[in-house]
């Protein structure tokens, strides 16, 4: 029975990275003032 | 029941730290080698793949490596959970030592093989397709080649290929797979031009723990404390040496400096060629193999300077030929003087040996080409593989990772 809740839990981990890595666009992480700051570094 | 050995036990697990040692090593020699704007995500890439295989290991990779085999390919599920591996050895493997203890060693060697890989595509490489890629290529490509070769019942072990710590399942698969993933992602904007390392301290801080660690790696691949272990430790650090010896010299003579970089590509390089044979050769067919390689692999780099694949960190030329001269070397110095349990190579009138030998890197080049390939397809039919092109000019730190590495 842990097995097959430790390796549900880890497959939920997976489909949650993939969900996020099909959704996310990471450079909304990046504000505009890091942009302006790395741009002129 | 098998009988422990307390000082064989304790020197597996301790070679298990050593190991896994290597990977944030890796990110560190890795790392110093990146522009500053990517020695975050660079960094990050072996750290997660040590948690994620780590995992994965666990869960499904062990038993499809060394769990009872079936028809030489792939291991079944007895395994899965780690079911059934525990305090008791299984004499499979080593008799001496707790099974978990076998398992646990060989986890460290599943999580830094990806993690090898992440060199060439460094500084352009989507954190999410990572990450699927790593569980992907792990399960798919690593799992198969660690049971063929070391499984109990592997097809090329059956046959009697030699590969003591990893020459063919570790550098051979992670740097034909590197070169593969820098082909399909496609080189860096500015490809071409100067991308200087931004930390050369780091670089070198780096390749000392990876070092460090492959004692654990060589030495703990004998699974006893004894005189082989003994034997494999002295063999990996005189390769290592002598690589970094024969590198510096080339690049004294080409380059007119002996560059500190030199050093240490070339003593990974020796590292990398002494893992198939560390058990199997003598000392000083070690300073050959480690002399030979960086050689082999300082050409294969330059050589890939010409080539229109951007492998970052030049993972193929140093880990997929280094491999490659290491595994077909250890057909040729292989001595059961060293190693009763292995076989004579072609020096010792045993040229079978050397077929062996290429038979098995053949093998393990053309299905890592293959499935590396399919895996790369998988993973782009979900998501991007690549960051845009402004992420790519920000740096993977800020913009995978919403992070910066140093203070301004």
């Known amino acids: 029975m842990d097995i097959v809740l430790a390796l549900g839990s880890f497959l939920a981990l997976v489909a949650t990275w993939v969900a996020i890595g099909r959704r996310a666009e990471p450079l909304q992480l990046v504000t505009a003032l890091e942009e302006e700051r790395l741009d002129a570094a | ?408």
């Open chain 2, 1 to 408: 029941m098998e009988k422990l050995n307390a000082g064989d036990t304790a020197w597996v697990l301790i070679s298990a730290a050593l190991v896994m040692l290597m990977t944030p090593g890796l990110g560190f020699f890795y790392g110093g080698l990146v522009r500053q704007k990517n020695v975050l995500s660079t960094l990050m890439h072996s750290f997660f793949a040590l948690c994620v295989i780590s995992v994965q290991w666990v869960l499904w990779g062990y038993t499809l490596a060394f769990g009872p085999d079936w028809h030489g390919v792939i291991g079944t599920f007895a395994f899965l959970g780690f079911n059934g591996v525990g305090a008791a050895p299984n004499p499979d493997y080593a008799a001496t030592i707790p099974h978990a203890a076998f398992a646990l060693f060989q986890m460290m060697f599943a999580v830094i093989t990806p993690a090898l890989i992440t060199g060439a595509f460094a500084e352009r490489k989507r954190f999410a397709a990572f990450v699927l890629f790593t569980i992907l290529w792990a399960t798919l490509v690593y799992d198969p080649i660690a049971h063929w070769v070391w499984g109990h019942g592997g097809w090329l072990a059956s046959l009697g290929a030699l590969d003591f710590a990893g020459g063919t399942v570790v550098h051979i698969s992670s740097g034909v797979a590197a070169l593969v993933a820098a082909w399909v992602l496609g080189p860096r904007i500015g490809s071409g031009k100067e991308h200087a390392p931004h930390d050369r301290t780091m670089m070198l801080l780096g390749a000392s723990l990876v070092w460090f660690g492959w004692f654990g790696f060589n030495a703990g691949s004998a699974l006893a404390a004894n005189g082989l272990a003994a034997i494999a430790f002295v063999n990996t650090n005189v390769a290592a040496a002598m690589g970094a010896l024969a590198w510096m010299t080339i690049a004294w003579w080409r380059e007119g400096a002996p560059s500190v970089t030199s050093v240490a590509a070339g003593s990974i390089a020796g590292l990398i060629a002494i893992t198939p044979a560390a058990g199997y050769v003598t000392p000083a067919a070690a300073i050959l193999i480690g002399g030979i390689a960086a050689v082999g692999c300082y050409i294969a780099v330059r050589f890939r300077e010409r080539m229109h694949v951007d492998d970052a960190l030049d993972v193929f030329p140093v880990h997929g030929i280094g491999g490659t001269i290491g595994a077909l070397l250890t057909g040729v110095f292989a001595t059961t003087a060293i190693n009763a349990a292995g076989s004579n190579g072609l020096l010792y009138g045993n040229p079978r040996q050397l077929l062996i030998q290429l038979l098995a890197v053949a093998v393990v080049w053309v299905y890592t080409g293959v499935m590396t390939y399919a895996v790369l397809k998988i993973v782009t039919s979900i998501m991007p593989l690549r960051v845009t092109e402004r992420e790519e000019q920000l740096g993977l730190d800020v913009s995978q990772h919403a992070e910066a590495a140093y203070a301004r």
